[in-house]
């Protein structure tokens, strides 16, 4: 069973937004840590952003004045507002999050979250 599932991926005109959601498939999982990373074709995984339980939200510089991660601690789920979507948006984007609570200076290393979900796709095109 895959341990997060995201959803609100799809296809949106280059100025559009999306929002993502992810969710734990056992809502008895409370994550202190919970990120979003993506993936384009040829390219290698890279992380967005990503919100503790605990305190602290942390954006990739080049998507902070665009996206906004959020969560509710209560859905024990996480959203990325998506706007002002660029073709270079288009990636696969994945929910990622560690049950710890990791250090700010981790929260951009894959290496660092233990559950993932399998992705949702994201196409900005025209």
């Known amino acids: 069973q895959v341990p997060l599932v995201e959803s609100g991926g799809g296809v949106v005109q280059p100025g559009g937004s999306l929002k993502l959601s992810c969710a734990p498939s056992e809502q008895s999982f409370r994550y202190d840590t919970m990120g979003w990373f993506r993936q384009a074709p040829g390219k290698e995984r890279e992380w967005i952003a990503t919100t503790r339980r605990s305190g602290g939200t942390y954006y990739k510089e080049s998507v902070k004045a665009r996206f906004i991660i959020s969560r509710d601690n209560a859905k024990n789920t996480v959203y990325l507002q998506m706007n002002s979507l660029k073709p270079e948006d288009t990636a696969a984007y994945y929910c990622?999050?560690?049950?710890?609570?990791?250090?700010?200076?981790?929260?951009?290393?894959?290496?660092?979250?233990?559950?993932w979900g399998q992705g949702t796709q994201v196409t900005v095109s025209s």
């Open positions: 990622a999050a560690n049950i710890n609570r990791l250090i700010t200076s981790s929260v951009g290393d894959e290496r660092m979250y233990r559950y």
